[in-house]
């Protein structure tokens, strides 16, 4: 698309401008690509071999309006993120791995964070192909960061074209629940096998689930996310509902805002696009990137299910990192 196009020629721009003060080498370096919303200690530094986005998933136990809070009902943030390759392809003879460098963070977190996983999903399987233990990590009244480290090859894909990848953390809660997030999102992959593209849900979704309540997400539905600067009015298609054929509750309240801080205390909201009870069917938003400082930005997607039989909210959460430039 001439998104991803224009972001590949000014990166090969870039580097040719730094490269032009010292002498040229032997061989050409590789093209690296700046990973847009990469946070500042990305291990990789927020360079890819191709366009990637910095993506996050959220899970949230935390009480809604008339809940209140006790040690059961708020049991913080488990985030599960990363520069993910969304839409590229990834061609096995030259890029032989999947490789993501994942954050995990937990906020007011009482439970204990057991391990992250990355799961390959096709149209005949879905297996989780790496495990990183993360035994310990647990933060009752502060932030905790955590990096890990997944690779691995494309081959394990049982099929190739359009094929899904999920990220996943879990957590035990002190109250013997549990409280997991995932980040799904979607890669072409070429490695010889069978061509089968997954049509299940084939769009990011970042998902919380707790024990009774099960799933809560919110989705992005445009595809490709934006791996180039958006201007004007920015329309992307997002839904919040609930879309597991299981037992999940029902999406109560929904929220759409751009650059909210809810670490912080108090919360900041961040600019509120779309804020309001019930379900959202797909919907185009009208973010007005105008009314926002040209540079990196992020727009949030919390759909809360209310569970009152353990009084308090399962709340999902996708957040998509994008970049405004206004002349």
Known sequence: MATARLTRVLAALL???GAASVAAPAQADPVLYPCIGAPADEPAGGLYPEPRVFVEGQAQWVPGPGQVSNPDTDNGHVHVGACIPEREVLNAAV???LTANVRVVTFH???????????????????????????????????CVRWVAFSWPLSAFDRAGLQEVRFRVFVNEPNGKQQNTSLNWQVTVENGKTRSNVTRMPYLRGKGWYTHSLYCEGSYLSVPVPDAPVAGVWRPTVMMD???????LPVTHYTAAVDPHGHESPPDPGTVVLDADGRLPATALA??????????????????CRDDSLGSTNWGVLAVSFVVANP
């Open 15 to 17: 580097l040719a401008a």
């Open 95 to 97: 890029t032989p791995n």
């Open 109 to 143: 977190q009482p439970g204990t964070v057991t391990y992250a996983s990355m799961v390959f999903k096709t149209t005949a399987s879905e297996v989780t192909v790496q495990k990183a233990q993360i035994n310990g990590l647990s933060c009752p009244t502060a932030e």
């Open 242 to 248: 609930t879309h597991s054929s299981d037992a999940s």
């Open 287 to 304: 973010v007005d990137t105008t009314a926002l400082a040209n540079g990196p930005h992020r727009l949030f997607l919390r759909s809360g």
